[in-house]
RNA sequence: CGCGGGGUGGAGAAGUGGCAUCUCGCCUGGCUCAUAACCAGGAGAUCGUGGGUUCAAGUCCCACCCCCGCAACCA
């Protein structure tokens, strides 16, 4: 029995979440769930990032306290594991205690050499209350409030990233440290061959109003965000107290592994294991990069007024078919789409008409023809290590283009051998050995469709697995078409 | 000379050297067990453009055109 540790990454709460972060979970707990169904020891870790300085600025708008604001926040994100069904082992909050304990003593066990004090000067908008490099600046001026930013300079903690290069292109190019897809790895190693520079890990207390990790030993600063916020997959394992499942999960285990979105890839393929190997702790063995998701063709933006609720999408259409979707339209590799027309397509396509209704003629046959019984037969061999090579490789939409081949399967054989004229002739023989057969299939299909959709696989299985099998209602059933 | 991704039948996608695939739509036929579902056949693609390598290229190489992201302290 091996063990799986595996995390998405802990996305901010400064506003509700969205559909690319439902689509995170969703991805990741099917494998955690399929290691689970492989017999793997498995760990899976989600949560919320709260300290950011993003998160105090919205606190204010909503009139709250940050502590209040953020609390509320996370408690959105905890509910949306809940509507997507999401079997995460712990939720961490980057403002309990544990992380707290834990970010401060990763700090501290970085080499002394590598956190230097430097004076650091920016472009510092008062409005937003935030840096902007030149580069986000519009003719100079701040993009949000159309002023000139000022400069301002502070004494800040910097992180010698530089002091790793070497040893980062190192890991990544052997594959210790292994980056998926390759277009992401070769990104990085990209990013790494053209010079890193060091980063600053601090911010003033005055500036972040005293929100954030404290710096150890130092009053006068608190921790960048992201230096805390990445610390989150160890502190949450009791890195602070060098617990059990620190051990366990990180210490003895060979596959620590991250889910992340394109656009965070840099803090977890580069400033993250930099800052591991300064500390002595060891690296992830994975990180998995997933794309984002556009709406009806558009980069998701609130400006835009594109965003789609998840929980919404689930209130509509319910849990199993958005979680469908998300796994079998989007590319786990690249940027996917999202659009009701795409939606519903999928949903009669391969739910409804296919799944959905399969199992309903099935059944609808054993229980007419054979008074719900089946004769047992033997298994029927289906290529399950197809599923496996596609799920080895994350690739989602190829294990269930796979799996639903089988259910095509059936309603090809099923108008090919017209069971209903056996019938007439009273050719049972034939007929019940027919009824395994699709029996045998469907089932194996309501199972392996257990990380993916696991309530439905759950019905499919247990409607197959009734002492008298009778006609399954639709599991999907269709939905009106509005315009 | 910044970096990366993409350009495949009407639409959306899969496909990294060997008869161009899937879903939707369209046409024709079939079936009646099933959620107006299902099955078979068909029309429809110069696989962005131009070169090259090869017995063989959507797939490899070169050049170019168009679209989309990212460009360090920002999910």
């Given amino acids: 029995m091996s063990k799986f540790f595996v995390t998405t990454a802990i996305p901010y709460v400064n506003a509700k979440p969205h559909i690319g972060f439902a689509l995170e979970l969703v991805q990741t707990d099917t494998v955690a769930r399929w290691h689970r169904s ?6 899976f870790l989600t949560g919320t990032d709260e300290n950011a300085l993003k998160n105090v600025q919205a606190a204010e708008q909503a009139g709250q306290a940050p502590a209040d604001f953020v609390t509320d926040m996370s408690q959105k994100f905890k509910q949306l594991g809940g509507v997507l069904n999401i079997s995460n082992d712990d939720f961490i909050r980057t403002t309990e205690d544990r992380h ?18 430097k004076a650091y000067t920016g472009q510092y908008c008062v409005g937003c209350e935030q840096f902007y490099t030149e580069s986000e ?18 004494e800040n903690y910097f992180f010698k990233l530089s002091n790793y290069q070497i040893k980062l292109e190192q890991l990544i190019t052997s594959g210790e440290l292994r980056i998926i897809p ?3 790895k070769n990104e990085m190693l990209a990013f790494i061959r053209r010079g890193l520079e060091d980063f600053s890990v601090s911010r003033s207390v005055e500036r972040t109003k005293g929100w954030g990790v404290g710096v150890p030993g130092d009053d006068s600063q608190v921790m960048y965000v992201w230096f805390d916020a990445l610390s989150n997959y160890i502190t949450a ?4 107290d060098n617990g059990d499942r620190y051990q366990q999960f990180w210490l003895n285990n060979q596959r620590r592994v991250h889910v992340i979105g394109k656009g965070i890839s840099r803090f977890h393929c580069i400033y993250w294991p930099a ?11 994975e990180i998995f990069i997933h794309g984002y998701i556009t709406v009806e063709g558009e980069k998701i933006s609130k400006s835009l007024g594109n965003t789609v609720d998840p929980v919404e999408l689930v209130e509509r259409y319910g849990t199993d078919p958005v979680r469908y979707y998300l796994l079998r339209e989007i590319s786990a590799y690249e940027d996917g789409d999202y659009s009701e027309e795409k939606f519903l397509q999928r949903y009669h396509s391969d739910l409804a008409n296919g799944l959905g209704n399969t199992l309903s003629r099935v059944t609808n046959m054993i229980a007419s023809y054979s008074e719900g019984r089946v004769v ?18 994350w690739r989602f939409d190829v294990a269930l283009t796979n799996i639903m081949a089988w259910v095509k399967l059936v309603d090809g054989e099923v108008e090919q051998t017209k069971p209903w004229q056996l019938a007439k002739e009273s050719q049972t023989e034939e007929l019940n050995k027919l009824l395994s057969r699709w029996h045998s299939i469907l089932l194996q299909v309501g199972e392996s469709l257990a990380p993916f959709i696991p309530a439905t696989s759950q019905k499919v299985v247990a409607i197959l697995s009734a002492e008298k099998i009778t006609k399954a209602e639709p599991l999907f059933p269709r939905l009106e078409i509005k315009n």
């Fill in 100 to 117: 707290v304990r834990g970010a401060k003593k990763l700090w501290s066990a970085c080499k002394g050499e590598d956190i230097y004090r």
């Fill in 275 to 285: 800052m591991l190997l300064s500390a002595g702790v060891p690296l992830p063995t």
């Fill in 237 to 240: 394992l009791d890195y602070a």
């Fill in 376 to 393: 047992k037969q033997n298994k029927v061999e289906l290529a399950v290590e197809q599923i496996a090579k596609a799920m080895a490789d």
């Fill in 38 to 43: 492989n017999n793997n020891e498995v760990w």
């Fill in 137 to 154: 600046l519009v003719n100079g001026l701040c993009p949000e409030h159309k002023i000139r930013p000022e400069q301002v300079s502070e």
């Fill in 182 to 184: 390759e277009s992401r």
